[in-house]
T-cell receptor, first 115, second 114 residues
């Protein structure tokens, strides 16, 4: 069965320091993996996605993520945090399993950025 | 502008009073989906539709109905709302069903059932 675990419910960083949001997944097949961002009172917006091409995926606003099959991880990183990065981030796994098409969201990680 | 719209954005109702939340997309997407978002649980899929007249249950379908009579519209119906359906609801669409497709989300509908 598919599952997604975001290892931190909250992450706090100072502006200009690196960001690391951790995500582990479980999938029986070859999954597609996504990171979405949700700013306060907004809908979700795609940051980046992995679909079995390059394992290092670059997204918008300087974010990137690396797919590591051996570790079943898809951690999101950014070299230098900006105040505008404060938001909630969701890791998502999507694939076709025995139950049909499934999209599973992680519980979310709220990122705080201190000035 | 390509977008997914939802109405209403905010809704307060009472237990048992039927309501409908509308969802419309202007991108000619085949796949549409409804999610609910609750604190600490992320988004959970309620129903999805692969095309007109084709719908299927997601992970939490109890208490909800959907219909897909036109490609652009995918309304969510609560026949007899209960307080445990108080939540933030999102509609989403994508080009197709394939797992690699990006989903485009509406702005959300915040529902309070008293």
């Amino acid at each position: 069965a598919q599952s997604v675990t975001q290892l931190d419910s909250h992450v706090s960083v100072s502006e200009g320091t690196p960001v690391l949001l951790r995500c582990n997944y479980s999938s029986s097949y070859s999954p597609s993996l996504f990171w979405y961002v949700q700013h306060p009172n907004k809908g979700l917006q795609l940051l980046l996605k992995y679909t079995s091409a390059a394992t290092l995926v670059k997204g918008i606003n300087g974010f990137e993520a690396e797919f590591k099959k051996s570790e079943t991880s898809f951690h999101l990183t950014k070299p230098s945090a900006h105040m505008s990065d404060a938001a909630e981030y969701f890791c998502v796994v999507s694939d076709v399993g025995t139950g049909g098409f499934k999209t599973i969201f992680g519980a979310g990680t709220r990122l705080f950025v201190k000035a | 502008e390509a977008q997914v719209t939802q109405n209403p954005r905010y809704l307060i109702t009472v237990t048992g009073k039927k309501l409908t939340v509308t969802c419309s997309q202007n991108m000619n997407h085949e796949y549409m989906s409804w999610y609910r978002q609750d604190p600490g649980l992320g988004l959970r899929q309620i129903y999805y539709s692969m095309n007109v007249e084709v719908t299927d249950k997601g992970d939490v379908p109890e208490g909800y109905k959907v219909s897909r009579k036109e490609k652009r519209n995918f309304p969510l119906i609560l026949e007899s709302p209960s307080p445990n359906q108080t939540s933030l609801y999102f509609c989403a669409s994508s080009v197709g069903l394939a797992g690699s497709e990006t989903q485009y989300f509406g702005p959300g509908t915040r529902l309070l059932v008293l």
